[in-house]
C-alpha cells in the first residue's frame, strides 16, 4: 500500500471523525461532565468496535469479490449507492447542532461500555469502511500488517479529532453551539462523501 493511500485514508477518518454525530456527542458529554479522562474512555470504546467492523468488512468484502467475481459490481454500486446517500443526507442536514446531555459519574469501564454501545448500535458502520475502504486501497492486498496500519490511523486519528474537541469545548462551552461551525461540518464531510461515492462508482 502507497504512502498517499494511507494519508488519503486518513484524511477521510479525520473529516468523518469531526462531523457532529452520537459518538462525538457522548465523547463531550462525558467529557463536560467528568473530564477528560472520562471523554477518552469514551473515545477507547468506539475505536474498539471501530476495528470489529473495520475486520468484518475486509473479510467480508474479500470473501465476497472472491466467491462472485464479476457479480463484485453489484457490491462496488451499492457501496456507492450508500455513500452519495451518506454526503446527500450529511449536506441536508446542515446547520443542526450537536445536542450534549449531562450524564452522572460512571467508571471508566462503563465509558467504555458507552463508546462501544454507541457504535454497535450503528450497524451502518460496517458498510461505510466496506464502502470507504475501497475507495483508497485494493481489499485484497490487504494482509495483516495493512491492517494494524490501518487501525493505528484509526486509533490516531480518533484520539487527536476527539482530544482536540475536548481542549477546545475545556476553553469554551459555546464553540460546539454555533451554528455556522456545524454548518460547515455538515457540508465539507458530506460533500467527501459524495466524492467518494462518485470515485467508487466509477472504479
Excluded at 467529557?31 to 475486509?58: E, N, Q, R
Excluded at 462503563?110 to 470507504?132: E, M, Q, S
Aim: charge should be positive; charged fraction near 10%; glycine fraction near 10%.
Amino acid at each position: 500500500m502507497s504512502f498517499s493511500a494511507y494519508f488519503a485514508f486518513a484524511t477521510g477518518m479525520c473529516l468523518l471523525a469531526m462531523s457532529p454525530g452520537p459518538g462525538l456527542a457522548a465523547v463531550l458529554s462525558r467529557s463536560i461532565v467528568s473530564g477528560a479522562k472520562a471523554g477518552a474512555m469514551v473515545v477507547v470504546g468506539l475505536v474498539l468496535v471501530d476495528f470489529l467492523f473495520l475486520g468484518l468488512a475486509i473479510v467480508g468484502l474479500s470473501a465476497i469479490a472472491t466467491a462472485l467475481g464479476p457479480l463484485f459490481q453489484i457490491v462496488k454500486y451499492a457501496a456507492a449507492i450508500y455513500l452519495l446517500w451518506l454526503g446527500y443526507n450529511t449536506i441536508k442536514q446542515a446547520g443542526q447542532v450537536i445536542s450534549v446531555e449531562r450524564q452522572g459519574a460512571r467508571s471508566d469501564l462503563r465509558d467504555v461500555g458507552l463508546g462501544a454501545a454507541v457504535t454497535l448500535g450503528n450497524p451502518k458502520a460496517i458498510l461505510f469502511y466496506g464502502a470507504f475502504l475501497p475507495t483508497f486501497f485494493d481489499i485484497s492486498l490487504i494482509g495483516f500488517s495493512e491492517f494494524l496500519a490501518i487501525c493505528a490511523i484509526i486509533v490516531a486519528v480518533s484520539f487527536a479529532v476527539y482530544c482536540t474537541y475536548m481542549w477546545l469545548i475545556a476553553r469554551s462551552r459555546q464553540f460546539f453551539a454555533t451554528p455556522k461551525l456545524q454548518k460547515r461540518l455538515h457540508q465539507v464531510t458530506g460533500t467527501v462523501f459524495l466524492g467518494a461515492g462518485v470515485s467508487v462508482a466509477l472504479k
